[in-house]
């Protein structure tokens, strides 16, 4: 397991060895995906930031380096040419594909989200939470690269956030009230270390009244108005004055307000025990989905889109490695869960495979759980049975393009008749073997009606997978363009 540092020295270790993260720059490519927080950073921005803005010619090739021994270091036991996991190439740039505890900030901002959304109901478990988060600061942030402009956002950020997790333990430590003596020293060091933070100076007479020192409390707030008159020229905020007014009027309102304990919970006694059945096992291992949110949630509203206003396509593409398979499979899980009938095809690079393969595998798998009535699964039966050959040419010497419209017909016929219980989506793999070869995944939330949509820019899986120089006939799909055709 791989677990950076940048709150404090920039350390990398593998397994609790130190990584030697090489040269300045090259540690500063890693400190900039750091500071990305697992988004994309681009190749232009990333030689913009690493030379500001005097790159030599050959930047390209040495960021490519960089990353390259960057990758090494992190994964010392990769296989040649396989895709990296940890530091990846995502166009338009790279990223960091690394989860939340391997980086310390990382996990310090998760810690103080999470405290903040239990402090009221549990602050204890709050304040514990957020001593956790205070004890990953070593030192200032991305110390290392400080005088780089890149990071001074980023430094203020963080620095306002290790503040307000300060603020907030204090607040815990007032609410719970079992260490009111360590919310008023913290509230002292506070406002020693930010005597412009009204926030702090309101907390530190909070706890000295909670403490029942009104008198001290009264003088931390005269104290305050000082400072504030000498350093900016500014009377106090409208929280410390009614604050003053609370303590001098001795108004306990406001005191309660920021001690009240948690409302007790109401004992619920427990269900009886139903003992649990185990699930049966998957098919294949599940793995953890991580770092395509974003664009499952795009996929999920296009299939609802689909759903309630007509078939839809949705094209998913990049090169190898990037998570594409894992996106659709994880897309496929969520879809079931809702009532789906989700099938997936991949094309083959064996020699003979007809063209569409992917679309038959898909097909069969839709068959597998909807099969055809028996009207047209006479007409199927060049798709369906694994030893047929999926080339739509009909029986009886027929004439083949009447054939093929027979099974083009009989295939649409299916599908409505399938998607009228449940929606169906289809999803196919396949690949362009051109001059630059690329990846692609297609997920297609497939036709209720016997024609497939028309579009301009896509086409289904034959068309992709067609090698340069190959004489194989394109398939012909209802409604598709052909290459060269309008």
């Known amino acids: 397991m791989v677990h950076i540092r940048v709150l404090g020295s920039f350390t990398a270790e593998r397994d609790g060895e130190a990584i030697p993260l090489g040269g300045h720059r090259q540690r500063s490519v890693l400190a900039l995906l750091v500071a990305a927080r697992g988004r994309v950073v681009s190749v232009d921005r990333m030689i913009e930031e690493l030379w500001q803005g005097a790159p030599p010619a050959r ?81 200032p942030a991305f110390a290392e690269t400080a005088d780089e402009p890149w990071t001074h956002a980023e430094i203020l950020r963080l620095d306002e956030l290790r503040l307000a997790a300060r603020e907030l333990g204090i607040a815990a430590g007032l609410r719970g009230g079992a260490d009111l003596a360590g919310a008023v020293a913290e509230a002292a060091l506070l406002t020693r270390d930010e005597p412009l933070r009204e926030e702090a100076w309101r907390l530190h007479a909070l706890a000295l009244w909670a403490a029942g020192r009104q008198a001290d409390a009264l003088s931390a707030l005269r104290r305050a ?96 490695g990037m998570g594409k398979s894992a996106l659709l499979h994880a897309l496929g899980g969520r879809l079931r869960a809702e009532g789906w009938l989700v099938a997936f095809g991949r094309t083959t690079d064996a020699q003979g495979a007809p063209p569409a393969w992917a679309w038959v595998e898909a097909l069969r798998a839709v068959a597998a759980a909807a099969p055809p009535e028996p009207a047209v699964a006479a007409a199927l039966s060049p798709l369906l049975p694994e030893g047929a050959p999926a080339t739509g040419r009909a029986p009886g010497g027929e004439d083949v393009a009447a054939g093929r419209f027979r099974l083009h017909r009989a295939v649409g016929q299916w599908l409505a008749q399938a998607a009228h219980g449940r929606p169906v989506s289809p999803s ?48 012909d799909w209802p409604g598709v363009h052909r290459p060269g055709s309008r």
Not at 108 to 133: C, I, K, N, Y
Not at 434 to 451: A, D, H, I, K, L
Request: hydrophobic share 40%; aromatic share 4%.
């Open 225 to 320: 108005r000082r400072v504030l008159a000498d350093e900016v020229g500014l009377d106090p905020g409208t929280a410390l004055v009614e604050l003053e007014k609370a303590v001098l009027a001795q108004d306990g309102r406001v005191l309660h307000e920021a001690t009240r304990p948690p409302e007790p919970v109401p004992h619920v006694p427990p269900a009886p025990h139903v003992p649990e059945v185990p699930a049966a096992p998957a098919a294949t291992g599940a793995e953890p989905f991580v770092g395509r949110e974003e664009e499952l949630e795009r996929l999920t509203a296009a299939a609802h889109r689909a759903r309630a206003a007509g078939p839809g396509v949705a094209l998913v593409t990049g090169e190898a």
């Open 428 to 475: 196919s793999w396949t690949t362009c073997t051109g001059p630059t070869p690329r990846r692609w995944r297609c997920c297609r939330v497939p036709p209720t009606s016997p024609r497939v949509p028309r579009c301009s820019s896509w086409a289904p899986t034959g068309r992709k997978t067609r090698r340069a120089g190959s004489t194989t006939p394109w398939p």
């Open 59 to 139: 930047a390209v090739a040495s960021l490519q380096a960089y990353v390259s021994n960057l990758r090494r270091l992190l994964e010392p036991g990769r296989a040649p040419r396989t895709p990296a996991r940890l530091l990846v190439s995502a166009p338009p740039g790279y990223a960091l594909r690394l989860p939340e505890d391997a980086v310390d900030a990382w996990r310090f901002e998760r810690l103080l989200g999470r405290a903040r959304e239990v402090l009221h109901a549990e602050p204890d478990t709050a304040g514990s939470l957020l001593r956790e988060a205070l004890a990953l600061w070593q030192g």
